[in-house]
């Protein structure tokens, strides 16, 4: 019933014949009017886990750049939003090798982040009219700069791999200034996935598919 779900995803190891099997857990949290979290176990990241976990759902998925989630969104009328956090640690791990575009580029993303403290308590109408005014143009010439640094990096470059995650994310980037209840990152659920990465430190490990499903 969610207009938005976040959803993010990370290794749950599980016991298997001379080594471990990565499988994965996955969380889905729904927006301010269905506050919950729920979390699924698969045997793999494929794309069959958030096909079966979402059948039927037709809103908006807010989810990291993951190839995956591209089967799922297709032919389902679901839109698919981006992550700008993600974005923006591409820049921050690709800094030492160009810190100047590194410090543009997140200064550039900081200002997005800026309108979105002004627009924290806003009703989602109030909040769409804010970022179509004042990020909207952010947005503009954030995505000037990117193609500029596209043409003067070397393809192999990291920080044109930083560049390129951006471009290529570009309209699921845009996704929350077309729409007031869209969050600008993903953060929830990556907050979410803590308990997991906390528990796979206590418990190293699950036993088996049901201990996945159990956990």
Known sequence: QSHVVCTDDTIMPMLAPEKTRKARMWVYVGDQHNPYNVFD?????????????????RQTLLADAYGGYDGVVVGNDITRAGCWA???????????????IATEA???????????????????????????????????????RLWAWKDQLLPKHPMAE??????????????????????????????????????????????????????
């Open 86 to 100: 993600h974005a923006r640690r591409k820049f921050v791990d690709a800094e030492k090798t160009h810190p100047a």
């Open 41 to 57: 176990f698969t045997l793999g990241r494929g794309r069959d886990g958030p096909m079966t976990f979402l059948n039927g759902y």
């Open 106 to 144: 997140v200064g550039i993303i900081r200002q997005l982040y800026a309108i979105e403290q002004q627009a924290r308590d806003k009703t989602d109408e109030d909040r769409l009219c804010l970022r179509q005014s004042q990020s909207q143009p952010i947005l503009a010439k954030l995505r000037d």
């Open 162 to 215: 930083a560049v390129n995650y951006a471009l290529n994310q570009w309209n699921e980037l845009n996704v929350f200034v077309t729409d007031g209840a869209v969050p600008i990152d993903n953060n929830i659920s990556e907050r979410e996935m803590k308990r997991i990465c906390l528990n796979r430190k206590n418990s190293l490990f699950v036993g088996n598919e049901r201990g996945g499903q159990t956990a």
